[in-house]
């Protein structure tokens, strides 16, 4: 089937830099859009970017200017450069891809998510 293992999570200072990573491995035929989510214990998870096949991107309000998704097609891979973070930047950010993958002998699409990576900001 398929997985997504992110990398890049850590504790920084405000104002730092953090680039998350997320790799996509199995029977992949091809991935359409990806993304990256962020979740608080408690709240609800929340659109953060993602990036289609083509290259056009969408962010969120509270991101636009200081984070930047970007992948690499022939690494099924997924970045996600934040800059200048801030204290409510801190959560755990999950990426999510839209695949399709062969199993059965046959071709699925779905969604697939990783377990997450931590980032928390300290003021």
């Known amino acids: 089937q398929v997985q997504l293992v992110e990398s890049g999570g850590g504790l920084v200072q405000a104002g730092e830099s953090l680039r998350l990573s997320c790799t996509a491995s199995g029977s992949i035929v091809s991935i359409n859009t990806m993304g990256w989510y962020r979740q608080d214990p408690g709240k609800q998870r929340e659109l953060v970017a993602e990036i289609i096949d083509a290259g056009n991107t969408n962010y969120a309000d509270f991101v636009k200017g200081r984070f930047t998704i970007s992948r690499d097609n022939a690494k099924n891979t997924v970045y996600l450069q934040m800059a200048s973070l801030k204290p409510e930047d801190t959560a755990r950010y999950y990426c999510?891809?839209?695949?399709?993958?062969?199993?059965?002998?046959?071709?699925?699409?779905?969604?697939?998510w990783g377990l997450g990576t931590q980032v928390t900001v300290s003021s």
């Open positions: 999510n891809a839209d695949v399709k993958f062969r199993i059965g002998g046959g071709v699925v699409q779905s969604a697939a």
